[in-house]
């Protein structure tokens, strides 16, 4: 969408915002549709080809506004949909629209909401991986009793993002019994399924007891991909509860070539991918599919009386309050809904193979320049790459790394992250443009420091 698009676009969504205040009168206040209406509606699938914004806005006032309470639109219009009874449409889109993404990720169908299992839109990754957590946590308290607390134990990668140290914390897990297992260069910084034996079987041994698994499918740093399969069933031999985090790379599974990343996921019991990462929709969206919704229900409900109602006493409805940690919560399926109908399938893999494209271009200028070197493997848009100067001292090239980061970033005309792997001071890039400026212009700052 360019600048103009934009523009369009927004005029068309103030002028609709606007519309729906002036005619708010004319809606039920309470929603007058039956459980599973907005099913019937819609169609199985996300489209393949994009659709128009019009069209979009037009399904809003048919399908989506009789829906509501009284309140919609995410923020224009401000609702708080936690059980189906506040907002059947927001419920229900939310149901749909992960169903719709399950299916171009081809998860199994055992994460469909119409299984046993089901999705849900969480604020972040790092509260899927919690409310996850708590759910295995509890599970296996309730087989073994509560006083065995300080026996479970968390393994994962030293890749895995700090989000699942955060959980550990929240969840009451004994910080020595959160484990991280070294990863190696020669692994390309993926966990070996033998260092996860090996550690599971020392611990089973000393009376511990095996609680979760989170692998990663792009890691924060290098984005490397633990080998799910492999994992997966050693979860399964010890009755682990297996967390597949696919925060920033899922995005790239839609498209068939890079699904194979995913091989494995039926091994899984829940899995994360940031909608608001790297699939055009803004912050928040992380989408969390689990395949024993019960597992998270039993966790996280409560049924006060102020919210008791006929739907859920039936039964026969999600209410999302019970996946979650806060009671509250926005439509955000809408924006997801919104992006999966505005760009289409065939949009999305293009965009993310574009940007993987413009990463290999970028990897081939770096490592085809002697004065630098690839410092992991490039799998998706992501590449971590450092600067060889003539002496090879470790410390003085991880210092002449930071003194390049610091003079890039604070040029303010491009910007790099960096990362510490094995050891050494990374920099890590990400292209969006066709122009090959960021490499010229990291390459006129390696000229002008004269570290060769
Ligand atoms: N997992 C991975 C692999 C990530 O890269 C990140 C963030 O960079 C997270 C989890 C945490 O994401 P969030 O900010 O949505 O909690």
Redesign the pocket.
């Known amino acids: 969408m360019d600048a103009e698009q934009l523009r369009e676009h927004g005029h068309k969504m103030v002028d609709f915002i606007a519309d729906y205040y002036k005619t708010i009168e004319s809606f039920p206040v309470l929603s007058q549709v039956e459980p599973g209406y907005l099913r019937k509606l819609l169609p199985d699938s996300a489209p393949v080809q994009p659709e128009s914004l019009q069209a979009v806005l037009e399904d809003v006032q048919r399908k989506i506004l009789p829906g509501f309470l009284g309140e919609m639109l995410s923020a224009g219009i401000n609702m708080v949909g936690f059980s189906w009874i506040t907002s059947p449409a927001a419920t229900e889109l939310e149901m749909i629209v992960l169903d719709w993404l399950a299916n171009m990720l081809k998860l199994p169908d055992d994460f469909l909401s119409t299984g046993a299992g089901g999705g849900v839109i969480q604020g972040?990754?790092?509260e899927a991986l919690l409310v996850v957590l708590l759910s295995a946590r509890d599970k296996v308290l309730r087989e073994v009793g509560k006083d065995a607390l300080g026996r479970l134990v968390v393994y994962a990668s030293d890749q895995t993002?700090s989000?699942l140290q955060k959980a550990c914390q929240i969840a009451g897990i004994y910080p020595e019994n959160c484990k991280p297992i070294r990863t190696e260069i020669c692994n390309e910084y993926a966990l070996s399924p033998e260092s996860l034996t090996d550690s599971i079987s020392h611990d089973v041994a000393s009376g511990l007891i095996p609680l979760f698994l989170c692998a990663?499918v792009?890691?924060?740093s290098s984005t490397a991909v633990d080998p799910l399969l492999a994992l997966g069933k050693i979860t399964k031999r010890y009755g682990i509860w297996f967390h597949v985090?696919a925060?920033?790379a899922g995005s790239a599974c839609i498209c068939p070539e890079y699904r194979h990343h995913l091989n494995g996921i039926e091994e899984a019991d829940s899995f994360n991918m940031?909608c608001h990462k790297w699939f055009l929709t803004n912050f928040d969206c992380?989408a969390l599919w689990i395949k024993d919704r019960h597992a998270l229900i039993q966790s996280l409900s409560t049924n006060p009386e102020f919210l008791k109602n006929k739907a859920s006493q039936g039964g026969t409805v999600v209410d999302y309050k019970d996946w979650q940690i806060p009671l509250g919560r926005r439509f955000r399926s809408l924006k997801l809904w919104m992006v999966l109908r505005l760009y289409g399938v065939e949009n999305l893999q293009s965009y993310i193979r574009n940007h993987i494209d413009l990463a290999k271009h970028f990897e081939h200028l770096v490592s085809q320049d002697p004065r630098f070197e690839m410092v992991a493997t490039r799998t998706f848009s992501l590449v971590c790459f450092r600067v060889v100067p003539a002496n090879k001292n470790e410390d003085y090239v991880n210092k002449v790394n930071r003194q390049l980061l610091e003079a890039v970033n604070s040029s303010g005309k491009i910007f790099i992250s960096h990362t510490v792997l094995s050891g050494k001071y990374v920099l890590r890039f990400v292209r969006e443009t066709e122009s090959a400026y960021g490499f010229r212009y990291l390459v006129n700052i390696v000229e002008a420091s004269r570290v060769h």
């Open positions: 972040t990754a790092s993002h989000s990663t792009g890691t924060t985090d925060a920033y940031n992380s």
